[in-house]
């Protein structure tokens, strides 16, 4: 098993691959890093495999805004209920919310603008890493992966594009929180009665608390898994440029620009 990523000869790698994923770092807009996290606290620091600090605020998201009822409050004011959408706010949990969630934006912008500039050294550096991991439960390696397919799957059950191109702690993550959504907001019995004609028995179940979660969770997935997809097959492709040019590429070779090569 290749290990180059831990021999620790380098000051800066582009990426690392283990048994629990792909985890490399490039070039990425700040604006969409800090807009995802203004869409769900945590969904910047994901996208950036900054894992501890986006589930911690991810969790954190879901525990205020339920108790602060932030989305139910969104579904009133949405329906023009002004005044019963000031009434269901809970003061108590709303202050904590607002601090942390212009903390979770303002973070993901600059761990990006920093990452950004970490990229372009690690760049130039172009150590090598571990292509390969090979481990007792999982095995994982570098190849190229159809992002349309990540996109179908995860527009099918939110983390299953993750499990397709081997984002494991992301996917589980993922899908153990659309179960949650699933569950509590009685999502999938609402659908089990739209199915048998009971239109107003399925309205009446719904949690719009839960229920409003499932937006940004479903377009994270999309999105995540598209770009992780693209991410992984351009890094693919220069791990093998540069190994065939190490090892079969003759030093002599030059390209001669605009000449014709015989």
Not at 139 to 154: E, G, H
Not at 196 to 212: N, R, Y
Request: proline share 3%; charged share 20%; net charge positive.
């Amino acid at each position: 098993m290749n290990n180059y990523t831990n021999d620790n000869t380098a000051r800066r790698y582009k990426a690392h691959i283990s048994i629990w994923g792909t985890t490399q770092i490039h070039l990425r807009n700040p604006y969409i890093i800090a807009w995802w996290s203004a869409a769900f606290p945590g969904f910047g620091h994901l996208l950036l495999s900054k894992y501890l600090r986006g589930f911690v605020l991810f969790i954190w998201e879901v525990i205020v805004n339920v108790n602060a009822n932030v989305n139910l409050a969104m579904v009133y004011s949405f329906q023009g209920e002004i005044q019963m959408a000031k009434d269901v706010l809970d003061t108590r949990w709303l202050l904590i919310y607002i601090p942390v969630f212009i903390f979770g934006i303002w973070d993901s912008y600059r761990t990006t603008v920093d990452m950004n500039k970490i990229y372009v050294l690690a760049e130039r550096e172009e150590h090598r890493f571990n292509s390969f991991s090979i481990g007792a439960l999982e095995i994982n390696y570098l190849d190229k992966r159809n992002p349309v397919m990540s996109v179908i799957w995860s527009l099918f059950v939110p983390g299953l594009g993750q499990l397709y191109i081997h984002r494991i702690l992301t996917a589980f993550f993922v899908i153990i929180w659309v179960v949650t959504f699933s569950y509590f907001s009685h999502g999938l019995e609402a659908i089990s009665l739209l199915f048998l004609g009971k239109v107003q028995e399925a309205t009446s179940v719904l949690k719009p608390d839960w229920l409003l979660f499932f937006p940004s969770i479903y377009g994270f997935s999309v999105y995540d898994s598209y770009i992780n997809t693209v991410e992984n097959n351009k890094l693919f492709e220069k791990e093998q440029r540069k190994y065939l040019k190490e090892n079969y590429q003759a030093a002599t070779f030059k390209i001669l620009k605009g000449r014709k090569v015989k």
